[in-house]
């Protein structure tokens, strides 16, 4: 079965910084566009960072310049490198991947559990 596994959130003052950690676990055939996506309290959900297999980026135009995603494929993880955090980036941060399991011939999407980050003024 095919998991997405996140760490890395916590807490920051204004202007710090945390990196974010996601490792698909499982059965894992293949795994395309990985990426992250926030969601603050009674809001939706919206897309930070994709990066697909072959390092192609694409980012949110709120985090541009701030955050770096990256992916290390031989060990099916992807990372989120949040800098100079703000108040107002407080949420959720869940990951998202499209994942082929082993003896299935089509790509699945996943969603990890999320994991918290909290940035004080």
């Known amino acids: 079965q095919v998991r997405l596994v996140e760490s890395g959130g916590g807490s920051v003052q204004a202007g710090g910084a945390l990196r974010l950690s996601c490792a698909a676990t499982?059965?894992?055939?293949?795994?395309?566009?990985m990426g992250w996506y926030r969601q603050a309290p009674g809001k939706q959900r919206e897309s930070v960072a994709v990066?697909?297999?072959?390092?192609?980026?694409n980012y949110a135009d709120s985090v541009k310049g701030r955050f770096t995603i990256t992916r290390d494929n031989a060990k099916n993880m992807v990372y989120l490198q949040m800098n100079s955090l703000k108040p107002e980036e407080k949420a959720a941060y869940y990951c998202n991947a499209d994942i082929q399991p082993w003896k299935l011939g089509i790509s699945v999407n996943y969603w990890g559990q999320g994991t918290q980050v909290t940035v004080s003024s």
């Open positions: 990066i697909a297999r072959g390092g192609n980026t």
């Open positions: 499982g059965s894992v055939f293949n795994i395309n566009d």
